[in-house]
C-alpha cells in the first residue's frame, strides 16, 4: 500500500516539476540528474546488492556515450547506438568481470580503478576518433523513424520514462531469485554457495546488468546532451556515482534515485556560496553519512526498516 | 540398511601449514540414518564437514556422495547434488526477510532466466510461486512461518539457527549437515531442536550431526563417529561408543582411563 503511495506521488511530482519550473537550465540538470540515478540504479547491483566495490562504473557510462557518439556520427541510424552501446559495454565488462569476480573488496576496487582509468587515457588520446581532450559536439540526437524528442522539455519525459522503466527492472530483479541470490551473496558468500547460489555467476552477472545500465544511460547522455568530453566519465565521477549511492541508501531502489538527484543538484543550489559550496557539500554528505549510516532512503520511514522494503 | 552408503569417504586429508586437522578419515554414512560426530575442541569435526560440503577443500582422498565424487567441486553444486548444511556460527542473510533467506535455497533446483525475470513472464510466476510453496514449508517445518515477514537479522539467536535449518531444508537434500545446531540454546531450545531433527529423520534425510555436548547426541543418533586429532578413534552405536576407553581418554584425559 505504501509504496503504490510512493510511486504515485514519485510520478506525479516528476511529470509536474518542469511545468511549474519552466527554466531551461534547471531542465537540463534534471535531465543529467536522471541519467546519474540509472547510472546508480546500476551501480547498485554489483555494489549495493551483491557487495562489490565497483569504480568502473563511470568508464561504462562513457563507453556507451562514446560508442553513440561514434555510430552517430559515422552516420548509422540512431536506433542501433542503444544496441551498440549495450554490445560494447556487455563485451567490455565480461572481459574485465571474468578474471576479477574471484577478488575481494579492495582488490576489485583497485582493478576496477585501474580499467576506468585505461578507458579515459584511451579517449583522451585517440583523438581523431575520440576527439581527445574536447570531446565530441554535435552527435545526432534521439530519432526513432524521423521522430524524436525536441528541446529539453521533451527529453526530459523521455528520460523519467526511461528512469521509470530502470527501476520497474531493478525491481523485478531485486523480487527475484538473481535478487535474492545478490544480496545472499553480499550478506555470506559461503551460505549462499552451500544455498546453492553459484555466486561466482551471480557476482559477474550483477556487475554485467550494472554496466549495460550504465553504457545504455551514456547513449542517451550523448544523444540528448549531444555533448560529451573525457571529464564526464573521469575517476572523479566514478567517486562521486559511488557517493550518490552511499549517500542515497546502498541497496534501495529508491535511495538511488534520491541520492543521484539531490548530490546533482545540490552544487547548483549552492552556487550562491561561491568558493564555499564545496565545505558545504561536503559537510553535507558526511552528516548523511554519519546520522543516517544507511542513506537517505532510510530516513523516510521512521519505523525500524523491514526486510527489502524500500 | 541399503547396502550402499550415501556418504562414502576415503582417506579423507586436511593440511594447514604444519597442523594435519584430518589424517586420513574414512567415513561410511548409511542412507536415513542420524550419525553424530563427535570429539573435543580442535579434533576436526567442522574440518570434515567443511571438506564433505565443499566449504574448504580436502587436500587428498575421496568423498563420494550419492556415487559422485565431490572432492573438488564447487559448494553450490555439491548443493545441487543433494547435500545442505547449517553453520557453527550462524550465518543467516541478514539484509533479506525470513522467508527470503530460505527462498535462496529454495531456488536450487529451480531455472530461471534473466529475461523470464525482466519480463514478469508467467513461467517466472510459476517458479515464485514453486518457491514461495517450498519456503513456507520449510518454515513450517522448524516453526517459524510466523516470522516469515520479519527482517532475519531481527529474530532471537536460537531461531537464526532454526532458520538455518529451514533454509537447509528448502534446497530439498538428501543429506543435511548441521555443525553443533544446539550451540547456544538452552535446555528448553535444545529439545526442541532435538524434536525436530527427528521429525526430519522421519522424512527420510539423512543427518550428519556435529556436537561438542556428547549427552545431547547419543539420544537421537544410530551411528557415531569419534574424532581426536584428526582421526577417527572410535565409530559404532551410541552405547558402544560410550563404553569405549580410547573415548573415555580423549574426552577426560589418561588419568581417568580406569575410573
Redesign the interface.
Known amino acids: 500500500m505504501k509504496k503504490g503511495w510512493l510511486i504515485g506521488a514519485a510520478s506525479a511530482a516528476a511529470t509536474l516539476v518542469p511545468v511549474i519550473i519552466r527554466d531551461g537550465y534547471i531542465i537540463q540538470l534534471l535531465n543529467i540528474a536522471i541519467l546519474n540515478a540509472i547510472v546508480v540504479l546500476g551501480l547498485n547491483f554489483a555494489t549495493g546488492w551483491t557487495g562489490q566495490i565497483n569504480f568502473g562504473q563511470a568508464a561504462f557510462y562513457g563507453l556507451g556515450a562514446y560508442t553513440t557518439a561514434i555510430a552517430g556520427q559515422a552516420g548509422l541510424p540512431w536506433i542501433t547506438t542503444p544496441l551498440l552501446s549495450v554490445v560494447v559495454v556487455g563485451a567490455a565488462s565480461l572481459m574485465l568481470g571474468l578474471p576479477t569476480m574471484r577478488l575481494r573488496t579492495y582488490y576489485l576496487a583497485m582493478t576496477t580503478i585501474g580499467f576506468g582509468e585505461i578507458i579515459r587515457l584511451i579517449i583522451v588520446h585517440w583523438e581523431p576518433v575520440t576527439g581527445g581532450t574536447s570531446g565530441l559536439r554535435a552527435i545526432p540526437g534521439v530519432s526513432l523513424f524521423g521522430y524524436g524528442p525536441q528541446g529539453q522539455l521533451q527529453h526530459y519525459y523521455l528520460l523519467a520514462a526511461t528512469l521509470a522503466l530502470a527501476v520497474l527492472?531493478a525491481a523485478?530483479?531485486r523480487y527475484?531469485?538473481?535478487g535474492?541470490?545478490m544480496?545472499?551473496t553480499?550478506?555470506?558468500e559461503?551460505?549462499?554457495?552451500?544455498?546453492?547460489?553459484?555466486?561466482a555467476r551471480t557476482k559477474l552477472?550483477a556487475f554485467m546488468?550494472g554496466a549495460i545500465y550504465a553504457g545504455l544511460a551514456g547513449c542517451l547522455y550523448a544523444s540528448s546532451i549531444r555533448f560529451i568530453s573525457p571529464d564526464s566519465f573521469s575517476g572523479t565521477q566514478a567517486i562521486l556515482l559511488m557517493t550518490m549511492l552511499i549517500v542515497g541508501g546502498m541497496?534501495s531502489i529508491a535511495g538511488c534515485v534520491v541520492g543521484a538527484v539531490a548530490l546533482t543538484l545540490l552544487p547548483e543550489a549552492l552556487r550562491f556560496l561561491g568558493q564555499w559550496y564545496l565545505v558545504f557539500y561536503g559537510v553535507g554528505v558526511i552528516a548523511v553519512i554519519v546520522l543516517a549510516p544507511g542513506g537517505l532512503a532510510s530516513l523516510a520511514s521512521l519505523r525500524?526498516?523491514?526486510?527489502?522494503v524500500s | 540398511m541399503s547396502p550402499e552408503p550415501i556418504i562414502a569417504a576415503r582417506g579423507v586429508t586436511r593440511r594447514f601449514g604444519g597442523l594435519v586437522a584430518l589424517d586420513g578419515i574414512d567415513l561410511d554414512v548409511p542412507r536415513g540414518v542420524v550419525q553424530a560426530i563427535i570429539g573435543p575442541n580442535g579434533s576436526g569435526k567442522t574440518t570434515l564437514l567443511n571438506a564433505l560440503?565443499?566449504?574448504s577443500h580436502a587436500d587428498a582422498g575421496s568423498i563420494r556422495i550419492g556415487g559422485n565424487e565431490i572432492l573438488r567441486l564447487?559448494?553450490?553444486r555439491?548443493?545441487?547434488l543433494g547435500l545442505?548444511?547449517t553453520?557453527q556460527t550462524i550465518?543467516?542473510?541478514?539484509?533479506?526477510?525470513?522467508i527470503?533467506?530460505v527462498?535462496?535455497?529454495a531456488?536450487?533446483?529451480?531455472p530461471?532466466s534473466?529475461l523470464d525475470?525482466?519480463s514478469?513472464n508467467a513461467r517466472?510466476r510459476r517458479?515464485?510461486a514453486d518457491?514461495d510453496l517450498i519456503s513456507r514449508e520449510a518454515l513450517q517445518m522448524v516453526g517459524l512461518i510466523h516470522r516469515a515477514?520479519?527482517?532475519?537479522a531481527?529474530l532471537p539467536y536460537a531461531q537464526q539457527r532454526l532458520l538455518?535449518i529451514a533454509?537447509?531444508l528448502a534446497?530439498k537434500p538428501n543429506v543435511l549437515l548441521l555443525d553443533e545446531p544446539a550451540a547456544g540454546m538452552n535446555m528448553t531450545e535444545s529439545m526442541a531442536l532435538l524434536d525436530t531433527i527427528a521429525r526430519l529423520k522421519t522424512s527420510g534425510i539423512t543427518i550428519v550431526l556435529v556436537e561438542h555436548n556428547v549427552r545431547l547426541v547419543m539420544g537421537i543418533s544410530d551411528r557415531v563417529t569419534v574424532l581426536d586429532f584428526g582421526r577417527k578413534i572410535a565409530e559404532g552405536s551410541p552405547s558402544e561408543v560410550q563404553r569405549n576407553p580410547l573415548v573415555i581418554e580423549a574426552y577426560l584425559g589418561r588419568r581417568h582411563r580406569h575410573a
Open positions: 527492472v523485478r530483479i527475484s531469485v538473481l535474492r541470490a544480496i545472499a553480499k550478506d555470506s559461503i551460505a549462499a554457495e552451500q544455498s546453492g547460489v553459484d555466486t552477472v546488468i541497496g525500524p526498516r523491514r526486510a527489502g | 560440503s565443499g566449504a564447487k559448494p553450490h555439491i548443493a545441487r545442505a548444511r553453520f550465518r543467516i542473510f541478514e539484509n533479506l526477510s525470513v527470503e533467506n527462498k535462496v535455497a531456488a536450487c533446483h529451480i530461471v534473466l525475470i525482466v514478469s517466472q517458479c515464485e518457491i515477514n520479519d527482517r532475519a531481527q538455518e533454509r537447509a534446497a
